[in-house]
């Protein structure tokens, strides 16, 4: 990726701002913030806040300590660094606001991201200062994606695909969903994926599959049992996140069974993907294969989620999300069932809308796959 990027998505965002009535945007470390600078910061205890006017080079607040990671930047910014005195930061917060010509005025935000720690800062610096939702303006740019994006998505799923392969071939009785899980890391690793995964993975076996959200445990694999996994990989700060099913020997025929319909769940929603139609069509579509089939009420998640630089990101493949879809947006399709102490089934893929369809970036066999047992 050029660093001319960041400059260009810099501008779309003052563009944006001109639309809306903010006179900047604040932000702490996180997806945002990387997408419109390339620079990783972690979330510390420390305050760091790049400050996007208007008008005008980007406003950073943050610790001395951290003054390597913009001395090499390809864009110009005004940084306002504070020593390890916390008595002192206020006044470079105000130093910086004044800078970037927010004394007052209204100053976009995340919500979901924006700590009280950041916010104490801001508003102890200047009082008068309003503080808005910035999240649709950063939804709009982050979620079409790019040329390179989907790229860099393409290679997460392969690297997940590579890495699932070579693990489920050692999946025998007896090993426990944490081994697996644990081997699965390993595997991404080495196949590739950055050290950052998306999430650790869900491995789950037998009546532990219900729990949509189930985390690894020392449950041991017996013949019999259903093996779900649901893992992604990390390149270039995109994710893939992808959920198959995999059975030791035989199952209970009903778990065959919601398994065909799950896969047939996943297919009528991805055949609905084309621009023009809300989000929620595509909700709709696998939710009507299940409830048809009986087990509506088993299904009691959305259909999937926005995918990118984020795990869950905006659209949101769910019957209250009304989001058109458009070329260039990606999420997963995820349909489910899940029988109380008893299995369930889920399916993943991810998705992009092309200019007249949706293309699967995951192309693993969503058949339940049986694993022969060796004696
Ligand atoms: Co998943
Ligand atoms: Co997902």
């Not at 860099?152 to 392969?165: D, G, P, S, Y």
């Not at 445990?217 to 013949?223: A, E, I």
């Not at 088993?298 to 984020?310: D, N, P």
Request: with cysteine; proline share 7%; charged share 25%.
């Amino acid at each position: 990726m050029t660093e001319q990027i960041f400059k260009d998505r810099q501008k779309k965002l003052q563009s944006l701002l001109i639309k809306t009535g903010l006179h900047a945007v604040g932000l702490n470390p996180g997806p945002d913030l990387t997408y419109l600078t390339g620079m990783d910061f972690h979330l510390m205890e420390r305050p760091v806040v790049g400050i996007f006017p208007i008008s005008g080079d980007p406003v950073f607040i943050l610790p001395e300590l951290e003054a390597a990671k913009i001395a090499s930047l390809s864009f110009p910014i005004r940084p306002f660094l504070f020593n390890e005195n916390p008595d002192t930061w206020t006044d470079v917060f105000r130093a910086a606001l004044e800078k970037a010509d927010l004394a007052a005025g209204k100053l976009g935000i995340i919500p979901r991201r924006l700590r009280l720690l950041e916010q104490n800062y801001l508003m102890g610096a200047a009082p008068d200062l309003k503080l808005e939702s910035a999240q649709p303006i950063l939804t709009q740019m982050r979620r079409i994606k790019s040329e390179d994006e989907i790229k860099f998505m393409v290679e997460a799923a392969r690297i997940a695909e590579c890495a699932l392969t070579s693990t489920i071939m050692a999946i025998k009785p007896g090993a426990t969903e944490k081994e697996i899980a644990g081997r699965l890391v390993g595997r991404l690793l080495q196949e590739g994926s950055d050290p950052e995964l998306p999430f650790f993975p869900i491995v789950s076996f037998g009546e532990n599959t219900a729990n949509p959200h189930a985390t690894p445990t020392n449950r041991v694999l017996n013949p019999g049992d259903i093996i779900l996994i649901d893992w992604g990989a990390s390149h270039q700060g995109y994710f893939s996140d992808i959920t198959r099913v995999f059975s030791m020997g035989d199952l209970h025929p009903e778990i065959d069974q919601i398994a065909k319909f799950v896969e047939d769940a996943n297919a009528a929603a991805r055949a609905a993907v084309k621009p023009g139609i809300p989000a929620s069509a595509v909700d709709r579509a696998a939710r009507q294969v299940i409830e048809d089939a009986g087990y509506g009420e088993y299904f009691f998640h959305r259909t999937g989620h926005g995918l990118g630089r984020e795990a869950h990101e905006e659209p949101y493949i769910s019957q209250f999300d009304q989001t058109i879809l458009e070329p260039g947006m990606t999420f997963t399709i995820e349909p489910g069932i899940y029988l109380p102490k008893r299995g369930g089934v889920r399916i993943e893929d991810d998705i992009m809308v092309t200019e007249d369809a949706g293309l699967s970036l995951t192309n693993a066999s969503r058949d339940l796959t049986q694993l022969l047992i060796e004696e």
